[in-house]
């Protein structure tokens, strides 16, 4: 069964610190793509990150980076700088190539909060 | 920029009532997928469209619902009998057919039932 999970149900940093955010999958796929995003408070929905399963290398965007630990079925999102308006909840997704049926699977998110 | 348009953007139905949203995807896209989110907290995934065929779905919308996708640029989710757990923001998404592509969510049709 392909299932995402996230533990980490709120966090609350400083703002222009750095954080982590957890995500483990499961999967018997051998190839597969994992995503991150990212919910504002006006419910909004927005894409932020993605990785490859067959790259070995984290992906980057902007101050959005990745903590790929492909052993340990595992994908942090890692903000570097925050700021208040990362404020949000944090989604990762995981989708699927081999079975045809490329739905997203989400884990139940992280809410941040960034305190000024 | 993607655009996922959804209307309406608020439904109040009643009881008993039938409710129906709409979902117009980002040109191109081929994928369809439609969540249903309480609280902002999870969000539950209902029906996936491949082409227009629905691909995978759980056993709710089977049940009570009525999803459909005409056209490649329109979808609907209907719900044939409205009931108070069915209060929630009701999210599509759509994506190119690619495993490796992002989804772009619309901004959601927030059903209340009273």
């Known amino acids: 069964a392909q299932k995402v999970t996230q533990t980490q149900t709120s966090i609350s940093v400083m703002e222009k610190t750095t954080v982590t955010m957890d995500c483990v999958y499961e999967?018997?796929?051998?190839?597969?793509?994992l995503f991150w995003y990212k919910q504002t408070a006006s419910g909004e929905i927005v894409f932020l990150i993605r990785?490859?399963?067959?790259?070995?290398e984290n992906a980057t965007v902007g101050h959005y980076s990745l903590n790929f630990q492909k052993p340990k079925s595992s994908i942090g999102l890692i903000i570097t700088a925050t700021q208040i308006e990362d404020s949000a909840v944090y989604f990762c997704?995981?989708?699927?190539?081999?079975?045809?049926?490329?739905?997203?699977?989400f884990g139940a998110g992280t809410r941040l909060k960034v305190i000024a | 920029d993607a655009a996922v348009t959804q209307k309406p953007r608020y439904l109040i139905k009643m009881k008993g009532q039938e409710a129906e949203m709409k979902c117009i995807p980002e040109k191109g896209h081929t994928a369809v997928f439609w969540y249903q989110q309480k609280q902002s907290k999870e969000l539950k995934f209902l029906i996936y469209f491949q082409n227009q065929q629905p691909l995978d779905q759980i056993d709710m919308v089977k049940e009570r619902f009525s999803a459909v996708c005409p056209s490649s640029s329109l979808c609907s989710l209907g719900i044939r009998t409205c009931e108070a757990e069915d209060s929630a923001l009701y999210l599509c998404s759509s994506s190119h057919g690619q495993a490796n592509t992002e989804v772009f969510f619309g901004k959601g049709t927030r059903l209340t039932v009273v």
């Open positions: 997704a995981m989708r699927h190539v081999n079975t045809g049926n490329y739905k997203y699977v």
């Open positions: 999967t018997q796929d051998s190839s597969y793509f």
């Open positions: 990785q490859d399963s067959y790259k070995k």
